[in-house]
């Protein structure tokens, strides 16, 4: 690029996605039907993917610029929905789709054994899905499922895929893996190691959970970037205050209203914030996932599109809780992760 791109609130998708173009498209590799969705020679791998949530966003910007792309999310029905709503746009594109439940062990395994069964390495992994505001369940494996699907189901799908994302390593390329965070870890008290570990119904708070989720993406990357010594780069952000399918789900829009960030209508308060529309919302993940100019800052928490490591709270930025909590994790999934 003769000219540096600069990038703000407004920032879209589609412009982060046009000003790395030529990193979207360099990297080496062909691809089969897998979780990924890949730029034209690059190997890339994203979680949630419905229509009207940013990691769409993402996989239709990218899509422009691809020569497969396969998307992800535990609902088939709500896959195949996308996956026409891309092809309707971008017809050439060469979509593909795959069940994923991060919530339970088996099915993260069960596509975890799916890709690292493809003989391609992995360049880029973006860990976007999450289950926000949920009512209090045990997962089939024993835990709170929201901190489940946002945390411990994503660092087990790194961890299986890792070796795959090892491979993608050149001399002049570190694979990345991107953690979905948001800036509502600020309004928490970072993880409950008690509420990972032991989940109980009475002490469970919806939104108090989400934080937890939350700052452990926060964590999570920082101690991703540092283990793995420069073979991997790991970042997350907060995408903005978005209006997604999220905000629209009816056991969320009870607890969104009681925070203020709905009115009783159910319609999005422009008093708690200038809100971002989807296609803004997409732009950091775009850009964790391709701007070269991070690639001496693994570890980064990104907003509008650039790195904001000072809007990262200390109890989500913490070298100790930090390694705490990639150890809890581990005896959780029952295995060590390791480089």
Same mark, same amino acid.
């Given at each position: 690029?003769?000219?540096?791109?600069?990038?703000?609130?407004?920032?879209?998708?589609?412009?982060?996605?046009?000003?790395?173009?030529?990193?979207? *498209?360099?990297?080496? &590799?062909?691809?089969?039907?897998?979780?990924?969705?890949?730029?034209?020679?690059?190997?890339?791998?994203?979680?949630?993917?419905?229509?009207?949530? @940013?990691?769409?966003?993402?996989?239709?910007?990218?899509?422009?610029?691809?020569?497969?792309?396969?998307?992800?999310?535990?609902?088939?029905?709500?896959?195949?929905?996308?996956?026409?709503?891309?092809?309707?746009?971008?017809?050439?594109?060469?979509?593909?789709?795959?069940?994923?439940?991060?919530?339970?062990?088996?099915?993260?395994?069960?596509?975890?054994?799916?890709?690292?069964?493809?003989?391609?390495?992995?360049?880029?992994?973006?860990?976007?899905?999450?289950?926000? =505001?949920?009512?209090?369940?045990?997962?089939?494996?024993?835990?709170?499922?929201?901190?489940?699907?946002?945390?411990?189901?994503? =660092?087990?799908?790194?961890?299986?895929?890792?070796?795959?994302?090892?491979?993608?390593?050149?001399?002049?390329?570190?694979?990345?893996?991107?953690?979905?965070?948001?800036?509502?870890?600020?309004? &928490?008290? &970072?993880?409950? =190691?008690?509420?990972?570990?032991?989940?109980? /119904?009475?002490?469970?708070?919806?939104?108090?959970?989400?934080? *937890?989720?939350?700052?452990?993406?926060?964590?999570?990357?920082?101690?991703?970037?540092?283990?793995?010594?420069?073979?991997?780069?790991?970042?997350?952000?907060?995408?903005?205050? @978005?209006?997604?399918? @999220?905000? *629209?789900?009816?056991?969320?829009?009870?607890?969104? *209203?009681?925070?203020?960030?709905?009115?009783?209508?159910?319609?999005?308060?422009?008093?708690?914030?200038?809100?971002?529309?989807?296609?803004?919302?997409?732009? /950091?993940?775009?850009?964790?996932?391709?701007?070269?100019?991070?690639?001496?800052?693994?570890?980064?928490?990104?907003?509008?599109?650039?790195?904001?490591?000072?809007?990262?709270?200390?109890? /989500?930025?913490?070298?100790?809780?930090?390694?705490?909590?990639?150890?809890?994790?581990?005896?959780?999934?029952?295995?060590?992760?390791?480089?």
């Amino acid at each position: 690029m003769s000219t540096e791109p600069t990038f703000s609130f407004s920032t879209t998708a589609d412009e982060v996605a046009t000003a790395f173009a030529t990193e979207i *498209q360099g990297k080496n &590799g062909a691809l089969s039907a897998l979780v990924v969705f890949a730029l034209q020679l690059h190997p890339v791998l994203i979680t949630g993917s419905s229509i009207g949530g @940013i990691g769409f966003e993402t996989a239709r910007v990218i899509a422009k610029h691809a020569k497969r792309v396969v998307i992800t999310g535990y609902n088939e029905e709500r896959l195949k929905l996308a996956k026409d709503a891309i092809k309707k746009e971008v017809p050439n594109s060469d979509i593909h789709r795959l069940t994923l439940d991060l919530s339970s062990f088996a099915s993260v395994r069960k596509a975890a054994e799916l890709v690292n069964a493809d003989p391609e390495p992995l360049h880029v992994l973006i860990n976007n899905a999450a289950a926000s =505001f949920v009512d209090f369940k045990l997962t089939e494996d024993g835990l709170e499922t929201q901190l489940a699907t946002d945390h411990v189901g994503p =660092f087990l799908f790194t961890k299986l895929l890792a070796p795959k994302l090892l491979a993608a390593a050149t001399p002049t390329y570190t694979p990345r893996v991107v953690f979905v965070s948001s800036e509502g870890h600020w309004y &928490g008290t &970072g993880v409950d =190691f008690d509420a990972l570990t032991s989940p109980d /119904s009475e002490k469970y708070v919806k939104i108090n959970a989400y934080f *937890q989720a939350k700052s452990a993406n926060i964590l999570t990357a920082i101690e991703l970037s540092k283990r793995s010594k420069g073979k991997i780069n790991s970042y997350s952000l907060h995408p903005g205050g @978005i209006f997604t399918n @999220i905000h *629209q789900r009816q056991d969320a829009i009870p607890v969104l *209203q009681e925070l203020g960030v709905l009115h009783p209508d159910g319609k999005p308060n422009a008093a708690m914030g200038q809100w971002k529309t989807i296609p803004q919302g997409a732009s /950091s993940i775009v850009a964790a996932a391709f701007d070269p100019r991070l690639n001496d800052k693994p570890g980064a928490y990104l907003e509008n599109s650039v790195v904001a490591n000072d809007k990262v709270a200390a109890h /989500s930025s913490d070298p100790a809780t930090a390694e705490k909590l990639w150890t809890v994790t581990e005896k959780l999934i029952g295995e060590k992760f390791v480089f």
